[in-house]
């Protein structure tokens, strides 16, 4: 029998799954070709579950669900918290560039992101092998669908083709790896694999093998390098609203993952993937700066951008434990936590421009599209230069701060090898700082190429897109709140270790 407190564990997923459900009904009765009730009743319940989420957080408990599947805690709650907001950004941002390119015939589009979302949500939640697993082949299974929405395009049905090659294999792999695990400790739990491990009674080469194929998987989910080649041709292949869903909020869920299976379930093998993301950071860094500098599309220079981003992301997860000590896991693992919440939100303003740039027949993808910005809308130009910025780790802006955090988590571990990778990433950010900067000249001092169109935006849009970048600004200036939000959250999973 199914105790109350496991139906309390998964009482959002089961709101979030029935309104998908209504929805997918609801939207047959829809005519209008912006799918106005159907747009708005997956607001609704967006930030019903938002809510839900943000109480369990704010309750500070951890407690688990259906024989320890599945857990609840403040990382987790938060986490889910914020990709309910990233996902509402995104549909405002979406929805009237996809009805301008017939993506919303029927509601598909909101339908598969709510399903998506509750993918991520199985994702972040999992406290077992195979419900983490599950949880991912419903996100990625619903992304690969919203890649191809746009059935007559042969682009997008390019991207979707590749996405879904390439993700299968991924998802190989992290099956496999997996699966190795499982022989090796008997276990799926992932509290029962890290007592297993930790008391040291199985072969190091069979617990190694199965890591390898898991770093792999997830870095491939993280669009790390050498697990890279699919995000540039997706990010520019897909419609530019379903870039924005596949780079925003599951960003959240891959870095959700990466502590569950890394540090929950095999924190006793830190020193063995600490060493491959120390590789995958480097390599991360390197060619997805040096790649994005020859880029002439806009998309795939944020794609490349992306690549160089989860590097710093992969600094900040590979510094946690210190020769076996762990006094550094705090701070390194909040520093990433911080830093991969601070990169979704200004990836959702740097998207967002550019579907407001984009009108009928033209996707104003290129850099060039960019050329005068500021003369046609200051206030776009203004938002676009923040999210640049932020991105190019510059003060006051937010990027900043979660840049110096992953820095000196890396810096207070005062090991050799930590204080080279920092010198190198403080060199790579120098040379990233050149395309962000490209497109700030562009926008400001080239002229229009041209006839200058004026920029329509409907109300809503230009609201959340003034929030955002107002929030790149504020929480650069005081990012101390969000900060603590992460330390505890991570301090509650150090605390349950093993438990």
């Not at 006094?327 to 830093?339: D, G, I, Q, R």
Request: with cysteine; glycine share 8%.
């Amino acid at each position: 029998m199914i105790d109350k407190l496991s139906w309390i564990a998964v009482s959002p997923e089961i709101v979030l799954l029935v309104m998908a459900c209504i929805i997918l009904l609801v939207d047959l009765g829809v005519k209008t070709p912006h799918r106005t009730a159907t747009y708005l009743l997956s607001l609704l319940t967006l930030a019903v579950v938002a809510v839900m989420e943000a109480a369990y957080a704010a309750g500070g408990e951890t407690f688990y669900g259906f024989g320890k599947m599945v857990v609840v805690d403040p990382m987790g709650a938060w986490l889910k918290c914020f990709a309910c907001i990233a996902l509402i950004v995104s549909l405002v941002y979406g929805r009237p560039y996809a009805a301008a390119r017939d993506m919303l015939r029927g509601g598909e589009f909101f339908t598969l992101s709510l399903f998506g979302l509750l993918g991520m949500f199985v994702m972040i939640s999992g406290h077992n092998f195979l419900v983490i697993y599950m949880g991912l082949e419903l996100l990625t299974l619903s992304s690969y669908a919203l890649v191809a929405l746009r059935r007559d395009n042969a682009t997008a049905t390019e991207a979707a083709m590749k996405y879904f090659v390439l993700g299968a294999l991924a998802s190989g792999f992290l099956l496999y790896g997996l699966s190795m695990l499982y022989g090796a400790t008997g276990s799926l739990d992932v509290n029962e694999v890290f007592n297993a491990i930790a008391s040291r009674q199985i072969k190091h080469q069979v617990l190694v093998f199965g890591l390898v194929f898991i770093v792999a998987g997830l870095a491939f989910k993280l669009g790390a390098v050498p697990f890279h080649m699919w995000l540039p041709d997706v990010y520019q292949g897909a419609p530019t609203a379903v870039t924005l869903l596949i780079g925003g909020a599951p960003q959240l869920a891959a870095f959700a993952i990466c502590i569950r299976l890394l540090v929950e379930g095999l924190l006793p093998l830190a020193i063995d993937w600490q060493q491959m993301l120390a590789l995958m950071a480097i390599g991360s860094l390197l060619i997805g700066n040096l790649a994005a500098i020859a880029q002439t599309n806009l998309k795939r220079m944020l794609a490349f951008s992306t690549i160089s981003q989860m590097g710093f992301l992969l600094l900040g997860l590979l510094s946690g434990v210190v020769n076996g000590n762990q006094l550094n896991t705090e701070s390194a693992y909040s520093a990433a936590m911080f830093y991969a919440i601070t990169y979704v939100l200004t990836t959702l303003a740097a998207f967002g421009i550019i579907m407001l740039l984009a009108r009928a027949g033209h996707e104003s993808e290129d850099i060039s599209d960019l050329a005068g910005l500021n003369q046609r809308s200051p206030l776009y130009a203004g938002v676009m230069a923040i999210a640049m910025f932020s991105l190019a780790g510059l003060p006051p802006l937010v990027g900043f701060y979660a840049k110096l955090a992953v820095l000196q988590s890396l810096v207070s571990s005062q090991q050799t090898s930590y204080l080279v990778l920092t010198v190198f990433a403080v060199m790579m950010s120098l040379v990233g700082a050149f395309y962000y900067l490209r497109i700030v000249k562009v926008m400001y001092f080239d002229a229009p190429q041209g006839h200058v169109q004026p920029i329509f935006a409907p109300a809503d849009v230009r609201a959340v897109l003034s929030i955002n970048g107002a929030l790149i600004l504020i929480l650069g200036i005081v990012p101390g709140g969000l900060m603590t939000l992460c330390t505890q959250s991570i301090s509650s999973i150090v605390k349950s270790l093993g438990s």
